[in-house]
């Protein structure tokens, strides 16, 4: 696939349900961190 295809997002987990859960924030920024973290890999691969 070309690389202006590639997109990263989050889908969902940080917190937004019908029963008003909250994530723990430890668990949203870790959920940050491998976001970044596959972007660095996907850039290194594609650019």
């Known amino acids: 696939m070309p690389r202006y295809n590639v997109m990263a997002g989050s889908d969902c987990g940080f917190g937004t349900s019908a ?11 870790a959920k940050l961190a491998s976001m970044v973290e596959g972007a660095r890999l996907a850039s290194q691969e594609l650019w």
């Open 19 to 29: 029963w008003g859960r909250k994530v723990e924030t430890n668990i949203a920024w």
